[in-house]
């Protein structure tokens, strides 16, 4: 069993024929400690969105082992998978992936309605988290009339709102301005100490190195460098 | 349900058109089944209308409006069956009557004697149960204009000889496009010359408590040249032919089929194109935890909703269009059970139409989340 909830031991992850196979992933272990931001940087190609994927019980490895909270997830069925996203992990990706249709309060809402009813209690939360974020005035705005960091902002809460253990953010930053940007880096340092959330972020983006507690270097599939920031 | 909604909600000229399409698939099955159900009502109304437990027909008779002659002696003959309580007579046949303006028309003149049962239609001097009127007929109300008639009593010929309109009825319109005129026995059998030794229908009614199947077997094994029916059995046979000899039936059958058709493809086309358009947030959903049973019930919630409001407006727009009809198709009938069966193929149709849809939602791979 490893020593943090969220691990990866030796795994490895294969695209394509078997005749024409290639490794996205190759023996990589790592381990994430709670309460801190990890930093996956590497070029394209490195594997970077696969290890996230594996992460995140998206993709099943094709060899080595996933905990998730004392679990091995990749043994698990694909209901089984669902339900440990849904209450596991959240999820902040590059291109926001908000619910088009629906108010920002309502983007954040589905995070618990995949969960069941909702309560007036859940409602509250919500609001709650959205004005944590500085979104307090836009509740009842569709994602077309919010700007790429206000977008950014809704998908967090959307993240925070069911009390996950790990969050998995994909570029959270490569579509945004640098004021929003940083604004974002700011934001998933400060949630992940004070709600002791276990993050991992994948980004090219280089001024993400300051806000990480460890970063982790991918080149072809597997891990060339796993460097823990001096606090 | 309320992503559902706001799924549909957003794109509302397609809500639209889609909630449109099933309304015209909810008026097609609705006012085809009122079609099917009133044409059904009316092949069988005379026959309902009298209050014979039995009737005795010629050999092969398949309805009321092609009978066959069968001999006259059977009705002395049939009232001295043990358990039999009383007979009567009908006899129908095509006749031409002379209208006022001289024009002549062809008409099913149906005679009954009086004992046939209250509800049958008779012409009497006054009331339901006083002595039948001579030479007099009765029409049907929505035959009225066609025969010309605007006030009682009128005077007309019925096949040259003289004969007077003192009344009319309703619920006795034709469906085979010869109206039904009305008259006693008697003077059915002078205006359709039929022979003395003739009748074509006898009407056996029985003493109470004696069972319909003895007396109907006994029948059948006294009288092996004619049919014995209970009047049950012949209303069936006589729907039957007329829904599947004529083909009538088979095409209005088909078109209320082609409703739930149309309907089926509507919304078919509709939701899929929803679910489609928005697979990435099904994607989304799945990644943030969304089950293959929440993803379901959201396209489902989404057809369900078009196919209710399609429901309500189609079901709202037949009824009256339905009373409209009545004045051209007087036997079309909807009875107040059969909107709300409607409800039935108009949900039916959304499921179905999901089908696809939830398969596509289902089969998307959540990872996708992760490209840009």
Known sequence: MPEHPLAVENVSVFYGPASARISALSNVSLSFRPGTLTLVMGPSG?????????????????????????????????????????????????????????????????????????????????????????????????????????????????????????????????????????????????????????TVVVSHDPRWTDFADTVVLLEDGRVVNERKNAK | MRLAWFNIAHDRMRFVVTVLGIMCAVFLMIFQGSMLLGFMRAASKIIDSTDADIWITGRGVTCFEFPVPIERRLFEITRGIPGVAGASRISTGQIQIRKADGVRQQVVLVGADSQVGPHFPIPRLEGTSGPVAPDALVIDRSNAALLEVRGFPVEVEANNLHARVIGETSGFSSFIGSPYVFTSYDDAAKYIRLGPDQTMFLLLRLQPGVNVRTVQGELRARFPNVDV????????????????????????????????????????????????????????????????????????????????????????????????????????????????LALVPALGMCVLASVLSVRAALQVEPARVFRA
């Open chain 1, 46 to 198: 490195s594997g970077k969105t696969t290890l996230l994927s594996v992460l995140g019980a998206l993709l099943r490895p094709d060899s080595g082992r996933v905990f998730l909270d004392g679990t091995e997830i990749g043994q698990l069925s694909e209901d089984e998978r669902t339900r440990l996203r849904r209450d596991h992990i959240g999820f902040v990706f590059q291109a926001f992936r908000l619910l088009h249709a629906v108010s920002a309060l309502e983007n954040v809402l589905v995070a618990r309605d995949v969960r069941g009813p909702r309560s007036p209690h859940d409602i509250m939360n919500a609001e709650a988290t959205l004005k944590s974020l500085g979104l307090g005035g836009k509740l009842n705005l569709k994602p077309d009339d919010l700007s790429g960091g206000e977008k950014q902002r809704v998908a967090i809460a959307r993240a925070l709102l069911g009390n996950h253990s790990v969050l998995l953010a994909d570029e959270p930053t490569a579509s945004l301005d640098s004021q929003s940007g940083a604004l974002i880096r700011e934001l998933l340092r400060k949630l992940s100490a004070d709600r002791s959330i276990t």
């Open chain 2, 229 to 340: 029916w209970t009047r049950a059995e012949f209303s069936r046979k006589a729907r039957w032919y007329w829904i599947s000899k004529t083909g009538a039936g088979g095409a209005i059958l088909m078109a209320a089929l082609l409703g739930f058709c149309i309907g089926l493809a509507v919304v078919s086309q509709a939701v899929y194109a929803t679910t489609m358009e928005n697979i990435e947030e099904f994607a989304t959903l799945k990644a943030i935890g969304g089950s293959r049973r929440f993803v379901t019930a959201v396209i489902a919630a989404q057809a369900g909703i078009c196919g209710l409001a399609g429901y309500i407006l189609g079901t709202l727009i037949t009824l009256p269009l339905v009373k409209l009809a009545t004045s051209s198709i007087p036997w079309v009938f909807t009875p107040c059970w059969l909107p709300i």
